[in-house]
């Protein structure tokens, strides 16, 4: 019904950039808010940044100055901008979308929550 594809993962070295893409496709009525999180080996998921349909953002302290999201509402993309790249940054990244299907979910504040299938940054020292 929905697909959220990331791409833009990769290997970097320590210091280094990457930029993150994630499209969301399917019966799409209205996207409130799109996010990245990411899961490193052994810890919890976590919110990395968030940005709702009037653009409006919320980074995670640790990446606070290094990374930037942003949004295209007409392609349904989200990009995840990441700069000046630890070590410790090191995880798959996912997208997450609150997809609303129809003109009533969206006015009564109901939407469903989709991610992508996750992809790899690795930051080298």
């Known amino acids: 019904q929905v697909q959220l594809v990331e791409s833009g993962g990769g290997l970097v070295q320590a210091g280094g950039s990457l930029r993150l893409s994630c499209t969301a496709s399917g019966s799409i009525f209205s996207i409130n808010v799109m996010g990245w999180y990411r899961q490193a080996p052994g810890k919890q998921r976590e919110l990395v940044a968030a940005i709702t349909s009037g653009g409006s953002t919320d980074t995670a302290d640790s990446v606070k100055g290094r990374f930037t999201i942003s949004r295209d509402n007409a392609k349904n993309t989200v990009y995840l901008q990441m700069n000046s790249l630890k070590p410790e940054d090191t995880a798959v990244y996912y997208c997450?979308?609150?997809?609303?299907?129809?003109?009533?979910?969206?006015?009564?504040?109901?939407?469903?929550?989709?991610w992508g299938q996750g992809t790899q940054v690795t930051v080298s020292s």
């Open positions: 997450n979308a609150q997809i609303a299907h129809t003109i009533t979910q969206r006015v009564t504040g109901k939407a469903y929550d989709y």
